[in-house]
Each structure stands twice: as C-alpha cells, then as structure tokens.
C-alpha cells in the first residue's frame, strides 16, 4: 500500500489585513499627496472686484487710444457688437467693482448677472430703433447706434415678427424695466414713492389757534401803550 504523506498545519495566526485597515492606508497616502487651495470667499469677491476695476479702466484707456495694439484690438471687438453702448462699459464695470468692494450684503448671483446684461440689450435696442429698417445691418457693421446687438432684436421684431416700432418699443422697455427689477430687486411701487412728493397737511388745533388770537390781541395791548406813553 502507498503510503500517504500527511501536511502539518501550521497553527500560527496569519496576519489578515482587513479592508478597512487599507482604506486607513489609501487615505493617509492621498492627504500626504493632495495640495489644498482654498481661498476665503471675501477675498474671492475682492479679486472680482478687482477684475472688474482693471477692465473699466483698460476700456477706458483703449476708447481713448492710450493702451496701443491691444487696446485697438479690444475695440474693434466690442463696438460691432455694442455700438455706441461700449461707452457703458467703463461706467458699469466700475459701478460693479465698487459694489463688489463695498456693498457686502449684495450678492451677485445669477439674477443679478442676467439682469444686467437685459439691460445692455434693451438700452441698446430702443437706441437701435431710430434707425430705419433698411439701414439696421449698415450701421451696426459700422459699430454705431446699437450694434449687432441692437440689430438683432430689432431685426427679430420688426421684420421677422412684423411688430412694428410702437410694439418693439414696448417690448423693449418693458424688458428693461424687468432688467431693473432683477438687477437692483426693486419694485416699481417703491421707485415711485422714490421720485413721488410727499405732501403733509397739518391741521392747526383750536387751542393754537386761540393761542394766536392772545399773541395778537397782546401785540396790538403793547403798541397802544407805546403810543400812549410817546404822545
């Protein structure tokens, strides 16, 4: 018979490494390998702020033909498209600069940005208006009145749509009255009250009056006792 050659065993524990213990690992490994760049999100307002000072100030420079070849370039970008509404840029960059910088309760969020470039397009449609239908393309391709963004709408509302002036001017402010509304978040209840006058009537009681009636009967006592005593 063959002889059977029995395996001994070894009876000492093995060393298990659970996955638990090699997620302990992984994770130690990445935290030593991970580099952290976090920035406050006053400072990241304040970079924006920033961003938007630089742009007011490199439009103005180039609209007045001190920033050179750039300068040239980022004009002919910007008024085929905006017209005449490129001389807005300087103003409202620096407007939301400032408010990036100073108003801290003021949060732009996505509202705030639609609502502003709303306006930009309905300012530069009712400006687009005062051109005649067959010229809409001519003067936009020269970068004046609306640009190709006056030409747009105003070529959507009034050929396409065949609205007419009256009707495209009343789409047209009345996209940016929503503009205004979305932008400053506003009503237009307290905008009037703004602008409105207000008018106090007070009635006089009948005690001031008496006490009226008193002063002038003794103002009338004491010049008759001054001419009394000259004469």
Same mark, same amino acid.
């Given at each position: 018979?063959?002889?059977?050659?029995?395996?001994?065993?070894?009876?000492?524990?093995?060393?298990?490494?659970?996955?638990?213990?090699?997620?302990?690992?992984?994770?130690?490994?990445?935290?030593?390998?991970?580099?952290?760049?976090?920035?406050?999100?006053?400072?990241?307002?304040?970079?924006?702020?920033?961003?938007?000072?630089?742009?007011? #100030?490199?439009?103005?420079?180039?609209?007045?033909?001190?920033?050179?070849?750039?300068?040239?370039?980022?004009?002919?970008?910007?008024?085929?498209?905006?017209?005449?509404?490129?001389?807005?840029?300087?103003?409202?960059?620096?407007?939301?600069?400032?408010?990036?910088?100073?108003?801290?309760?003021?949060?732009?969020?996505?509202?705030?940005?639609?609502?502003?470039?709303?306006?930009?397009?309905?300012?530069?449609?009712?400006?687009?208006?005062?051109?005649?239908?067959?010229?809409?393309?001519?003067?936009?391709?020269?970068?004046?009145?609306?640009?190709?963004?006056?030409? #747009?709408?105003?070529?959507?509302?009034?050929?396409?749509?065949?609205?007419?002036?009256?009707?495209?001017?009343?789409?047209?402010?009345?996209?940016?009255?929503?503009?205004?509304?979305?932008?400053?978040?506003?009503?237009? #209840?307290?905008?009037?009250?703004?602008?409105?006058?207000?008018?106090?009537?007070?009635?006089?009681?009948?005690?001031?009056?008496?006490?009226?009636?008193?002063?002038?009967?003794?103002?009338?006592?004491?010049?008759?006792?001054?001419?009394?005593?000259?004469?």
């Amino acid at each position: 018979m063959p002889r059977t050659r029995r395996v001994k065993r070894s009876t000492r524990p093995r060393k298990k490494t659970t996955s638990v213990a090699r997620k302990r690992r992984t994770t130690r490994r990445t935290k030593k390998n991970q580099i952290k760049f976090e920035v406050k999100s006053s400072v990241v307002r304040e970079i924006w702020a920033v961003v938007y000072f630089g742009l007011a #100030v490199v439009t103005f420079l180039s609209l007045q033909g001190a920033f050179g070849i750039l300068g040239e370039i980022w004009v002919g970008i910007l008024q085929p498209i905006l017209g005449w509404g490129i001389y807005m840029i300087p103003p409202l960059f620096l407007l939301i600069s400032l408010m990036l910088f100073f108003a801290r309760n003021i949060n732009f969020g996505l509202s705030k940005v639609v609502g502003i470039i709303l306006m930009v397009m309905s300012i530069l449609s009712i400006i687009h208006l005062a051109v005649p239908i067959s010229d809409v393309l001519t003067v936009a391709q020269v970068g004046t009145y609306g640009g190709y963004v006056g030409f #747009v709408a105003n070529f959507f509302m009034r050929t396409m749509l065949n609205i007419g002036e009256v009707g495209a001017a009343v789409v047209f402010v009345s996209v940016a009255l929503i503009s205004i509304l979305l932008s400053f978040e506003i009503s237009l #209840v307290e905008i009037g009250r703004f602008f409105k006058p207000e008018l106090k009537i007070e009635k006089k009681s009948a005690k001031k009056k008496d006490d009226v009636e008193l002063d002038s009967e003794n103002m009338e006592m004491a010049s008759d006792d001054v001419l009394k005593a000259i004469y």
